[in-house]
């Protein structure tokens, strides 16, 4: 398709579009006369890609460069999602061995890359838990982890089909549901605990 | 105790607890002479909450006020933990009616506050979802409202006994719990999510 059909599908400006080739996060349009290139369906599910990450995401440039640098190594998609989450967090200031963290993961015999920044989120959130003398006994992270495994699995098992093999489709719904059912996740808590607490009374 | 006590006890400094007791977010010590004061467990679990609250949850003195005056008020609790919740979240731009998310909390079949900071927060985060386009079928919905109501109720039945009738201890336990269980949880679902991922291959 050309440009102008490219921005009103992807629903972003042609200055835009431009702007992104310029710096490398959309490959060029396959020229096809001096002054006019043609774009494809992979133009447009990279664009949704950087859109989401950029956008929903406020990923910086050099952010959305990483991720894509990470989808076209070796380990693709796991070592793409583990960039943008790092991005996605604020930076941690440790960087491992995440003791505590490792322990917990170990207690819901989870196997996941010990140093990412998942881990490091989990090693942050757990000292902070600790200094102030909140419980976090076995049977709550099991509790909690158990939720959490629900919530992954479904999300997992409902990534579209046709989206497993195609990595920008994979990354781009992993960043959006990061980004967007988180805070979906922490609004339903809130609600369910006021819902128990009447309910107590 | 005495002020160098109350110091030592609830590890905050003297001129800090003075400048509570100016700022009217802690009453004063009962005058024992001239130049002294005692102080009380109750000015202990006051000053935990003041704590938690500008410490852990980054509140301004101002919101601090708002809770400790929720908390004097008719409705104590409920209207306190619902006031600092709202100080603890960005301060969403709607104040409703909350249409959609209070389709979702009737789906759940849950009762609260439909006016609440928290119904706020579940709107703007399915606002932000349907925008781009991300599916939130009554499925997907259902299996995180239950999620979320299994880590809640486990939340309110762990609420120690002592703490039931101590509005102080019960607002400091929902702050913290608040704040620093919900890294927790995204923590965990990030790296359920790493794990399922893995799995799947």
């Known amino acids: 398709v050309r440009l102008s059909q490219l921005a009103a599908e992807s629903g972003t400006s042609i200055p835009t579009i431009k702007f992104y080739i310029r710096e490398g996060l959309l490959p060029p349009g396959r020229v096809v006369s001096p002054r006019q290139a043609e774009y494809d369906d992979g133009h447009l599910a990279r664009l949704r890609l950087v859109r989401a990450l950029v956008d929903v995401g406020g990923l910086s440039l050099a952010a959305v460069r990483e991720v894509l640098a990470a989808m ?50 989990l090693e942050a959130a757990l000292a902070a838990a600790a200094q102030v003398g909140l419980p976090l006994e076995d049977e709550r992270l099991r509790l909690y982890g158990t939720a959490a495994m629900t919530i992954a699995e479904h999300d997992v098992a409902n990534v579209p089909t046709w989206q497993r093999d195609d990595p920008t489709a994979m990354v781009t719904s992993v960043v959006l549901g990061t980004v967007l059912y988180e805070p979906l996740l922490l609004a339903l808590r809130r609600l369910a605990q006021s819902d128990a607490y009447q309910r107590r009374r």
Do not use: I
């Open 72 to 121: 076209a190594g070796p380990d693709g998609v796991d070592r793409a999602v583990g960039v943008a989450h790092g991005a996605l967090s604020p930076k941690p200031a440790a960087t491992g061995p995440f003791a505590r963290a490792g322990e917990v993961v170990e207690l819901l015999g989870w196997q996941v890359d010990q140093s990412s920044s998942e881990m490091a989120q």
